[in-house]
């Protein structure tokens, strides 16, 4: 098929890259001159594993990479994998939706083959109906049954991007005309998943409810694990124990630091807005939001009760990024931890193996190290903020420090001598 990917991000060009691998002849839109440029040269803005060798193999072959629209005049199905930001009151800001369905509108005009257009962004039920159909439509100056509309939410995790679109749990595809959603489905010829096929809304509603259903049982791991915590037992004993019922399962139960990322807290957010908005009261929503916000304070509160006031105490952070294998830090759970550090008066070592760089945009006045031992060398303490497999096999490194006083914000160290774990 010949499929052309709106917006060359995270979910965008892992979407590209992985379309041209099914077999398929792809062109990606991306209109930040400087992050089209740079997949173009083979070398994107973000870290996936495995996506720079995919993206190499196809560049400029089956994918081709472009900043304006007049370059998909044979594409049968457009993906729009754009950007859907918290906005004002939680309520996603859909101008990015808005404006790449008005450049699509305009680019199918004078055209009179059949186009599917498809919505991969993560937008509130009723977006598509009510924003990406009329907007294409006007624009178009098409009729209604010359362009048929899919919702196809994406599941990805950052991280094991590659992996999780080409292996995934299910492809959903809401589609309100068969024929949009058989070629929706054709996409994705070649990927062994079930395919559920729904309406538009209940698509649209699937991703939001899978995203804050996973962050529930984050949040309710971290609050057992506060009770735990104070009664002396181990939180991931627990767990593991209660994970082992199938009804359950093991995944999402890691207590600790809290979620962070580009979508649980912004998902989370739109869903609570949506019910706000319709006088619902999102009890269990907000309360997963609560939870999630106050685990980083209580790090710093066990901070505080092992070695007393900070001002002036040195702090390793290990780990900045918002999870393991990304260097993402958007709402990662070691801003506040920074933010609130820094008003104590600590002065902070961070070290992330990826996500320095991208955590200096944001906050610049601290100490960036190159090495964990660097960050570890005479800390009063050090905070474990990310999941990264390497600080788990940190031990020795630990006596760089002036006590070995270390608060696990995920647990990952295997080495037994450590005081003060958190969780
Ligand atoms: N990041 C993730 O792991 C996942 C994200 N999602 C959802 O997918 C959507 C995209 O997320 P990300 O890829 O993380 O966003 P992103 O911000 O990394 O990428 C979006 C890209 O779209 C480009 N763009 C914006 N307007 C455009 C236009 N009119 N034409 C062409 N390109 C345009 C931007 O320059 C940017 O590069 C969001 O709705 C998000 O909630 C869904 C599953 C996983
Ligand atoms: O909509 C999205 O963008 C994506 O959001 C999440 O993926 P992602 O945010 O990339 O990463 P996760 O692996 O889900 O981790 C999110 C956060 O939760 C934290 N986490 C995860 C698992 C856990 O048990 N405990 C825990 O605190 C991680 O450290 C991280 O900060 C979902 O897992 C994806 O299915 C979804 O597509």
């Known amino acids: 098929m010949k499929i052309s990917v709106i917006g060359g991000g995270y979910v965008g060009l892992v979407s590209a890259v992985c379309f041209a691998q099914l077999g398929h002849t792809v062109g990606l839109i991306e ?8 997949i173009s040269r083979g070398s994107p803005q973000i870290y996936e594993k495995g996506l720079e060798a995919l993206l190499s193999k196809h560049l400029e072959k089956s994918l081709h990479v472009s900043t304006a629209y007049d370059a998909i005049p044979d594409t049968e199905i457009f993906f729009i994998c754009v950007g859907t930001p918290e906005g004002d009151n939680g309520h996603p800001d859909l101008s990015m939706i808005q404006s ?15 186009h599917v257009v498809v919505v991969k962004s993560t937008v509130p039920p009723g977006t598509t109906e009510g ?7 006007e624009h178009s100056q098409r009729a209604g049954d010359e ?8 599941f990805l995790r950052e991280g094991r991007a590659v992996e999780d679109f080409m292996h995934p749990d299910r492809i959903v595809i809401g589609s309100n005309d068969s024929r949009a959603g058989d070629w929706a489905e054709s996409a994705y010829r070649g990927i062994e998943a079930p395919i559920v096929r729904t309406g538009i809304k209940s698509a649209e509603m699937i991703k939001y409810a ?23 037992i181990d939180v991931y004993e627990v767990m593991e124990g209660v994970g082992m019922d199938h009804r359950i399962s093991p995944h999402f139960l890691d207590a600790g630091a809290g979620f962070g990322g580009s979508c649980f807290p912004k998902d989370l957010s739109a869903l609570i807005h949506l019910a706000e908005g319709m006088n619902e009261e999102p009890l269990i929503l907000r309360s997963v939001q609560n939870v999630n ?28 990024a918002f999870k393991n294998d990304t260097d993402d830090v958007r709402q990662s759970r070691s801003i506040p931890v920074i933010l609130s550090l820094r008003e104590m008066g600590a002065r902070i070592a961070a070290y992330d193996p990826r996500a320095n760089d991208n955590m200096k945009k944001m ?16 800390a009063d303490a050090c905070l474990l903020m990310t999941e990264w497999p390497e600080f788990g096999l940190l031990d020795e490194e630990f006596d760089l420090m002036k006590n070995r006083v270390i608060i696990e914000g995920r647990r990952i160290l295997s080495c037994q001598d450590k005081e003060g774990i958190c969780w």
Do not use: W
């Not at 790449?100 to 059949?114: E, H, K, P, T, W």
């Open 31 to 38: 209109i930040d001159i400087d992050r089209a440029s740079s």
């Open 100 to 114: 790449a369905c008005q450049s699509l509108g305009r680019s199918l005009i004078d055209m009179d083959s059949y």
């Open 131 to 137: 924003l990406v159909v009329p907007t294409v439509l």
């Open 147 to 154: 362009i048929g509309f899919c919702m196809n939410p994406e």
């Open 210 to 232: 899978s995203n804050a259903f996973l962050a529930t049982k984050i949040s309710f791991a971290n609050e057992i694990g506060n009770l735990c915590k104070r009664l002396g």
């Open 293 to 320: 916000e106050r685990q980083p304070a209580r790090m710093l509160e066990l901070l505080q009760k092992k070695i007393g006031s900070l001002e002036g105490k040195r702090i390793a952070v290990l780990g900045l």
């Open 363 to 378: 906050i610049h006045d601290i100490e960036y190290c190159s090495r964990a031992t660097d960050a570890l060398r005479d």
